[in-house]
């Protein structure tokens, strides 16, 4: 299996950001729309439906605390270095459903990626009257295990496509999700696009 080009598209996410009502921590999780040199559909529904019940590769972040810093009206969030796991969803797992966030870890594990620094995102405000927003954030992550899994009859290894890690850019919506799950005080969806890194130290 050979490693992805350096800077070409690795993988394609959707998922959300969950802030704990009890102790402010948050956490991101969701799923893959599309992960380059995986041959064969990332979802389980012959109607064709793209939906996180549907997704067979799932993610989910170890719950982090950020710390926040503003500029006007920039507001930025440092993110720690932390961990993510992905998971391949198989018969016998539950479904994912937003809903309920550790439906997203209900699967196996089949790679960990560890950010490889802290995370600096920015949230800019328009004027009040234009409703508008942008929030941004990139980083780099490197893998630190993975194991082979077998996905529509061929076996694939995250350590042979992307053995140096990614980076990822993410944009999250301007609006956050009405009547948030119970535990949470705050959830807000985000869509993510990373490319393959080369070797280095």
């Not at 720690?80 to 797992?93: M, R």
Request: hydrophobic share 40%; charged share 20%.
């Amino acid at each position: 299996m050979a490693p992805l080009m350096p800077a070409s598209v690795a993988w394609y996410v959707t998922g959300r950001f969950y802030l704990s009502s009890e102790d402010s921590t948050l956490q991101d999780l969701g799923y893959f729309i599309h992960l380059e040199g995986l041959k064969g559909p990332l979802f389980d529904d012959p109607s064709g439906k793209v939906a996180e019940a549907a997704a067979r590769l799932t993610f989910r972040a170890a719950p982090f605390k950020a710390r926040t810093l503003d500029n006007g009206g920039l507001s930025l969030s440092v993110d720690p270095v932390g961990d993510f796991t992905v998971y391949l969803k198989e018969q016998a797992h539950a479904r994912a459903h937003f809903d309920d966030p550790d439906s997203f870890s209900d699967g196996r594990p089949i790679a960990t990626f560890r950010r490889a620094s802290i995370v600096v995102g920015g949230a800019f405000s328009g004027p009040p009257e234009s409703g508008r927003s942008l929030s941004l954030n990139v980083f780099s992550a490197r893998l630190v295990w993975s194991t082979p899994f077998d996905l529509h009859g061929a076996r694939y290894d995250l350590a042979g496509l992307l053995p140096h890690g990614i980076t990822q850019w993410g944009e999250c919506g301007p609006v956050a999700i009405e009547h948030p799950t119970k535990g949470f005080s705050k959830i807000v969806p985000f869509v993510g696009s990373a490319v393959a890194v080369g070797p280095g130290r």
